[in-house]
């Protein structure tokens, strides 16, 4: 994963936009502080699919799959957090669509608050 950059483009995809998948790992200070229902309501009402859950080291990982500029206006609100977070750094990794996805959940992860 790398640092990834975003275009800041409208988040509504054109039709027929290329599909993608995002895979991220945000750093900071983001457990405990709602970040995980922050980006599952954001996640819904872009229309992506996929998930998100913290891990065992403090960071909070997400996997979202839909048009690459929404993904892109997602990625941009991830760098952001809600208030009570701190994002230090997010590390993004862009592949290939699995469509394995029906909807957009929390997993359970590596601390059991928020």
């Known amino acids: ?31 405990g502080v709602g970040y995980r229902y922050f980006v599952i309501r954001t996640a819904m009402g872009l229309g992506l699919r996929g998930w998100v859950a913290n891990l065992p080291d403090g960071a909070v990982r997400c996997v979202a799959e ?12 991830l760098r952001d ?12 990794a862009w592949l290939a669509p699995t469509g394995e996805f029906a909807s957009f959940s929390i997993r359970s992860g590596g601390h059991p608050g928020d």
């Open 1 to 31: 994963m790398t640092d990834g950059s975003s275009t800041g483009r409208d988040p509504r995809a054109a039709p027929g936009a290329a599909s993608a998948r995002l895979e991220a790992v945000v750093r900071g200070h983001v457990q």
């Open 66 to 77: 839909g048009p690459r500029p929404v993904l892109e206006a997602f990625l941009d609100r």
């Open 81 to 92: 957090g809600p208030a009570s977070a701190v994002v230090e750094r997010v590390l993004v």
